[in-house]
């Protein structure tokens, strides 16, 4: 699923996160509906982890605006980048100079 990329000479793979501690995904009904004059609504559901609640709110929208019919499921989904191989810390540089004082 994931796609590998290379990149500062490492080979690296963006894939979900699907690590226990990894954020959840959300899920956001938006209208794409317009008014009389042509200007999209935009009004959107809560962002929250329960799909059926988010369709749940375009439900609601449409029975309080039934002329809004069009929606977009926006969706927010944590991804990772791997690395090949873990690269190495960067080096510790000594200060230079004189100590001033
Ligand atoms: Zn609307």
New binding site residues.
Partial sequence: MGLTRRYRHMNWTATPDLEPDAPPTLHIFQ????NEQGVL???QSAAGEDFEAARGWSFQ??Q??P??RS?SHVLSRPWRMIPEIEPDPEPIVPLSGPARG
């Fill in positions: 209208c794409n509906g317009e609504c935009g009004q929208h449409l309080a605006n002329d809004h929606y």
